[in-house]
C-alpha cells in the first residue's frame, strides 16, 4: 500500500528549481518509506528511471563508479545495459538507494551534477555516521530531506479521513472546540495513530486487517529486530552502550521526568560516556532526543545541558510494542486497554512519546525545564516540552505539559508563567479532552498538536 507523503511536494519543488545543479538525499530512520516514495516519485515525475540498491549491488556495479567517474559515457553506458533502462537527458532520475552502503557512490554525485545529463535523488539511513562518511568528500551538490514515519496528518489521510485535518486546523485557528462527536472522532484517530504508529508497513497491517492490531504489532516487533540488528553491525565499541540505552528507553519513560540514568545502565557513568552513543541514536533518526534547557528563552540549544536528557522512540507504535515485549501473546488485550484509557501501566509515557513524534514532524527540536530547589531537595518546576513561536513578532517561547488523564493539576505551568511571562508567547496543555482557554493557558487535545507549527 502506498500513502501520500509530505515530502513528495518537496521534491517536487526540488525538481522544478534544481535544474539539475544538485541532487536531494532523502535520510531517516529503516522502514519509514524513503525508497517507496523515491520511486514513486521516479515513476510519476520522470519518462524513465534508474533505481541502484547498494546494499545489494553486486561488485561490478560498484567497481564501474569507482573506475569510471572520468569517463562518464562508459558509466551511463554501463548502468543502462545492466538495468535495461533507456536514460532522457534531462528527463530521468537516478535514484542511488541505501547510498550510506556503498559511500563512494554518494561523492561520486559532485561529478555527476556538474555533468547534468540527469537528475539525481539518494536515499539512506545512518548517513551521518562517521564509519560512513570518514573516507569520502561529501558533496556540496546535496541537499537534505529528512523523512519521517506518518505523521499524524498522514495517517488520518491513509485510514480516508481528510476532512477532519482541515477541521480541526479551522478549530486551531478560531480558538475553539471541536464539535463533540467529531472530537471523540478525533481522539479515537489520535489512539489508533499511537498505538499503531508510522511506520507504513504497520500502518498496512492495520487497514489490511481490518483495523486489528495483532498483525500490526507482529509487523513493528520485526521492524524493532531489524533496529537491533542494525545496532549489532556498528564497528566500534560504542555498540553495547547504544543497545543498552536503546533497550532502556521504556524504562527509562516510565520515570516520572522521563530522564535518562546513566548510573542505571552503568554504574557510576554520566552523559560523557555515552556523547557518542547518543550521536549514533540521533544521527539514525531511531529516537527523538530532548535536552534541558537551563535558561528558557528563544535561544534554546545555546542554554541546553545535554548531561540531562531524554530519549523518545522515534515512533510511539514501535515504543508501545518494545514496552510489552514479554508480552506480545496477550497484544490484543494491551491494545485494548491503551485504546479505551483503563491500562494501569504508565500510560502518560506513551501520550508523551506521541506528543514527541509530532512535535519533530511539525519542524520542532526538543527540550524541557527544570528547576531544583534547593530548600526543598526536589525540583518545584518540571515542563514537559519547551518551543519557540515563529509566528511570533518578538520571538518568544511556548511551554507545553502533556497530561494523558482529564485529571491532573499544572502546579509547575503555572510557577513557569508566573517566573517567565515576558517570554512567554502562549503556555499549552496538551491533553485528552476538548479545546479550552482557562486564566490565560491554552488547552488543545492531542489531535490539536500539529496545528504548533
Known sequence: MIFKRKIYESLLKWKSTANGKWAVLIEGARRIGKSTIAEQFAKEQYKSYLLINF???PNEVKEV?????????????????YYHVNLQERDSLIIFDEVQAFPRAREAIKFLVAD??????????????????????????????????????????????????????????????????????????????????GMPESVSAFIDSKLSFTQCDTTKRLILNLYLNDIQKIKDSDKGKVAAIFDSIPS?????????????????????????????????????????VTDPSVALSLNEDRASVKCYLSDTGLLIS??????SELAHEVYKQILFDKLKFNNGMFYENAIAQMLV???????????????????????????????????????????????????????FVDKYHERISKAYVIHPANFKIKDGITYIPSYMTICLM
Open 252 to 292: 527509562s519513560l516510565s520515570r516520572h521526568d522521563r530522564e535518562v540514568v546513566f548510573s542505571n545502565i552503568i554504574p557510576g557513568s554520566t552523559y560523557m560516556q555515552f556523547d557518542e552513543t547518543f550521536y549514533y541514536l540521533k544521527s539514525s533518526m531511531m529516537c527523538n532526543l530532548c535536552f534541558n
Open 361 to 415: 514532524a511539525t519542524g520542532h527540536k526538543l527540550f524541557f525545564y527544570k528547576h531544583y530547589n534547593k530548600e526543598l531537595h526536589r525540583n518545584d518546576m518540571e515542563i514537559d516540552f519547551i518551543i519557540t513561536d515563529a509566528n511570533s513578532l518578538k520571538h518568544k517561547i511556548c511551554p507545553i505539559e502533556v497530561k494523558s488523564t482529564t485529571r491532573y493539576q499544572i502546579n509547575s505551568l503555572k510557577k
Open 116 to 197: 547534468g545529463r540527469y537528475d539525481y535523488l539518494e536515499t539512506g539511513s545512518l548517513i551521518s555516521i562517521k564509519q560512513n562518511v570518514k573516507d569520502i568528500v561529501i558533496p556540496s551538490e546535496e541537499m537534505t530531506m529528512n523523512m519521517y514515519p506518518l505523521d499524524f496528518e498522514e495517517f488520518c489521510e491513509a485510514m480516508g479521513n481528510t476532512q477532519i485535518i482541515k477541521y480541526i486546523h479551522y478549530c486551531f485557528e478560531k480558538q475553539q472546540p471541536l464539535e463533540r462527536g467529531i472530537h471523540n472522532q478525533a481522539m479515537l484517530l489520535f489512539k489508533q495513530y499511537m498505538l499503531t504508529g
Open 55 to 57: 546494499s545489494i549491488a
Open 65 to 81: 563508479f569507482r573506475n569510471n567517474l572520468e569517463n562518464l559515457d562508459v558509466l551511463f553506458m554501463f548502468l543502462q545495459t
Open 322 to 327: 518494545q514496552a510489552f515485549n514479554e508480552k
